[in-house]
């Protein structure tokens, strides 16, 4: 199969009976290249059931993990996005296909750099990427609709909370080290309303208001 058939099948086999359900969603992971987003010697691999390696001991999500979170922030299209961890940028691309505006923020600049290419060369002109501390957010573009964040992290960073805007949401996976429940957090007139979700495993958010440092200890 070629690349686009392998993405068709990828939603026919792994979204659709794990209840992805939002037809946008849907119609966006069909449509995004995937495999544009990892390294050449692997790209054949890109529309499995897995997360797969980028370099700098980071990974891009499972097509699933992407689906659900991408499903769970209620995207309607004219929404400015922040994410947290910007990876591979496939998921920029796909929050891109489904809001206004997209900010990402990376911690390691040869990711960022990496992405951005990516991102331009398939004509992304709606996404902003910022290479630093994600924990921090990004201050200076608040307010934000929706924030997602794609690494595993204690607790929700405190300084994401304010650039939130009321009626917005949260979406990240929280909890231990090596395990963690993505947690959707709604904020409404100062109050916050939290609902887990799948239990998933993600690479650590690194930073001053997630963990400290990258080591299995």
């Known amino acids: 199969m070629g690349f686009e058939e392998l993405r068709e099948f990828m939603v026919i ?49 499972q097509p699933y993990m992407v689906a659900i979170m991408t499903e769970l922030l209620e995207l309607k299209g004219n929404e400015k996005v922040l994410e947290i961890g910007t990876g591979s940028g496939y998921q920029a691309a796909i929050l891109a296909e489904l809001s206004k505006e997209v900010y990402t923020v990376e911690r390691v600049a040869l990711l960022a750099e990496r992405a951005l290419e990516t991102l331009r060369s398939l004509g992304y002109n709606n996404i902003h990427v910022k290479v630093g501390n994600g924990t921090l957010g990004w201050p200076e573009e608040a307010p ?74």
């Open 13 to 61: 086999t792994q979204l659709i009976p794990r209840g992805i359900k939002d037809k946008r969603v849907l119609k966006v992971m069909k449509k995004v290249p995937r495999h544009l987003f990892v390294d050449e010697p692997i790209q054949y691999k890109a529309y499995d059931d897995m997360a797969l390696p980028i370099g700098e001991g980071q990974t891009i999500s």
């Open 144 to 217: 934000f609709d929706r924030i997602m964040i794609t690494a595993g992290t204690p607790r929700i960073p405190g300084p994401l909370i304010p650039q939130l805007s009321q009626g917005g949401t949260i979406i990240a996976p929280v909890g231990e080290r090596f395990s963690q429940q993505l947690l959707k957090v709604k904020k409404s007139e100062s109050r916050l309303t939290e609902e887990y979700h799948t239990p998933c495993v993600f690479v650590p958010l690194i930073g001053r208001y997630g963990w400290e440092r990258n080591t299995e200890k």
